[in-house]
């Protein structure tokens, strides 16, 4: 493939991924301001399908368009990136720890939970205080790929 076509996946991929992380955190907090248990259920199991989908798949193509283009295309090695490109490897890398670490986690316990109120029962006090520890930590795994965004397109 050629540097461009790998480029053009990597955008296709960041798109993918940035806009799934940003939008889900939003429609989340919406079906969970709603107060109604079989909406927040529903709101829950969508966050699982999408990240699945749509985070997963963002982050697959991100890393298959960035081998191609610094491995493939460029033959660097990572200690020859340039510097604007190892700190966006980092950043991505870190948001990914905190996915992996903390954030699927605590979504699978929540995924759990919201399956035994889906019709309706009592949401427990559990999966608010799981619920805001997601947002705390969601919020720093976005701000990562954020912040990376400047250092690809400014590249300082």
């Known amino acids: 493939m050629s540097y461009e076509a790998y480029k053009s996946v990597h955008v296709l991929g960041v798109v993918l991924f940035l806009g799934n992380i940003i939008i889900t955190g939003f429609w989340k907090a919406f ?3 709603t107060g109604n248990p079989v909406v927040i259920a529903f709101g829950q199991r969508l966050v699982t399908i999408t990240d699945w ?12 368009g960035y081998t191609g283009m610094g491995y493939g295309s460029a033959h660097w090695t990572f200690f020859e990136h340039p510097t604007w490109v190892r700190w966006g490897v980092v950043m ?11 954030l699927i986690p605590l979504q699978i316990a929540q995924a759990r939970m919201a399956r035994s109120f889906a019709d309706g029962g009592p949401i427990p006090d559990r999966y608010w205080r799981f619920n805001r520890h997601w947002f705390i930590w969601g919020i720093l795994a976005t701000i990562l790929p954020l912040a990376n965004l400047y250092f690809m397109v400014f590249k300082p």
């Open 31 to 33: 079906a969970d301001r």
């Open 53 to 64: 989908v749509f985070t997963f798949g963002g982050v697959v193509l991100v890393v298959f």
């Open 92 to 102: 991505f890398y870190l948001s990914g720890i905190i996915w992996i670490a903390v």
